[in-house]
């Protein structure tokens, strides 16, 4: 069984940055496409972005944070996290990780993962 806890949520200005982390336990997800999703209030749930480690390791962006918003992965620490650079309000929402063994090519559908946080929240003040 594999438990996320996502954590490094906060309220922060337009424009600033802030750190999300999650952090696996119950296996090593070294196998495992590690994603983030965000969901807004009466929204669905959207996909901000993915990493595996197939072919060195590849990362995917959603096209509105792919010039400010950085996956990386520590497999030491099992933990994946989330730069976020340049916020706006729109980024406002809950913060989700999510996990799967392997890489599925619909990698930014919510329906892939069998493995989600309790997600955390990110308010940014215009």
């Known amino acids: 069984q594999v438990q996320l806890v996502e954590s490094g949520g906060g309220l922060v200005q337009a424009g600033g940055s802030l750190r999300l982390s999650c952090a696996a336990s119950g296996r090593s997800l070294s196998t495992y496409t590690m994603t983030w999703f965000r969901q807004a209030p009466e929204k669905e749930r959207e996909f901000v972005g993915a990493?595996?480690?197939?072919?060195?390791?590849?990362?995917y962006y959603a096209d509105d944070v792919k010039d400010r918003f950085t996956i990386s992965r520590d497999n030491a620490k099992n933990t994946m996290y989330l730069q976020m650079n340049s916020l706006k309000p729109e980024d406002t929402a809950a913060y989700y990780c999510a996990a799967e063994n392997g890489y599925s090519g619909r990698y930014n559908s919510p329906l892939e993962y069998t493995y989600w946080g309790q997600g955390t929240q990110v308010t940014v003040s215009s």
């Open positions: 990493h595996h480690w197939s072919g060195g390791g590849t990362t």
